[in-house]
């Protein structure tokens, strides 16, 4: 078994304000983010984006993260205690944030910007999906120096005691989402990226893959103790809101190669 490293989630006092770790694994995912894209533009001007467009691409992102990330947590995860005290909706900082719901926020974000702009949507999504794996592994770090999200209690030699867990070993599940959404998924999808695609097909690739990576974490995952188990004893709401991305994943992957158009940065 292997001893939790038990972080201060507070990094420094500055007077009544708390720095977090948690928040600066946000940071350091938008800032990760705006570095790869930047260098991805120049690589491949060919795509069209520049730095004004990617400072603009991270900021309507970071809202829609943000946002959408927290309603979304309230909506799917906590929606009785949200409607008993609206105010805990600010209440970021102790964590709380849906993936599901940040990616609908960057979705409507994108739109937005797309329809102000009159860019492709579809081509903002393809340029940004390679980087979003990025940010999805500071936030599972984020949730393990929280001690938040710990999975099932194994007797597997890597287990780990976590101080709000119980007495019990446990599954590092956030190493896992960290592992698998974040550094594999990258890896899958620069990679896939890094040659000319169809469009609309690194951003099926990403629905693919971040639905399969959460649905199989999941099955070591605690769930969310005021959820609990949806169906059959293991069902839990993070699968039931992954399995449509993979489904809808692997349909926008069949259309993106059957019409096999170029991707383009401007409406045409």
């Not at 960057?106 to 702009?117: I, P």
């Not at 989402?177 to 890094?194: A, D, K, M, N, Q």
């Not at 449509?244 to 692997?250: C, E, R, W």
Request: charged share 10%; with cysteine; net charge positive.
């Amino acid at each position: 078994m292997l001893t939790y490293p038990q972080i201060n989630p507070v990094i420094v006092h500055i007077g009544a304000l708390k720095v977090r770790w948690y928040g600066v694994m946000y940071l350091i995912g938008f800032f990760s983010a705006w570095l790869l894209l930047n260098w991805r533009a120049k690589k491949k001007p060919v795509l069209g984006f520049n730095a004004e467009i990617i400072s603009d691409l991270i900021f309507y992102g970071a809202l829609g993260v943000i946002f959408g990330g927290r309603i979304g947590y309230m909506l799917f995860y906590d929606l009785p205690n949200f409607i008993a005290n609206p105010l805990i909706f600010f209440k970021i900082w102790d964590g709380g944030m849906s993936f599901h719901g940040g990616f609908l926020g960057v979705l409507v974000a994108m739109s937005l910007y797309s329809w102000k702009r009159h860019y492709s949507f579809i081509a903002i999504m393809d340029f940004i999906a390679p980087v979003a794996p990025i940010g999805l592994a500071a936030g599972r770090i984020g949730n393990f120096i929280n001690d938040e999200l710990w999975g099932r209690v194994t007797d597997m030699p890597w287990a780990m005691v976590f101080p709000t867990g119980g007495p019990f070993p446990r599954h590092p599940s956030q190493l896992y989402e960290f592992t698998l959404e974040g550094v594999f998924l990258f890896i899958l999808l620069w990679l896939y990226s890094r040659k000319p695609r169809p469009a609309m097909a690194v951003s099926a690739l990403f629905l693919i893959g971040y639905g399969c990576a959460r649905f199989f974490c999941e099955f070591f995952r605690q769930p969310d103790p005021q959820l609990g188990y949806l169906a059959f004893n293991w069902l839990t709401m993070g699968q039931v809101l992954s399995f449509p991305m993979i489904v809808l994943g692997i349909i926008l992957m069949i259309f993106a190669y059957k019409s096999a158009k170029p991707q383009c940065l401007q409406k045409t």
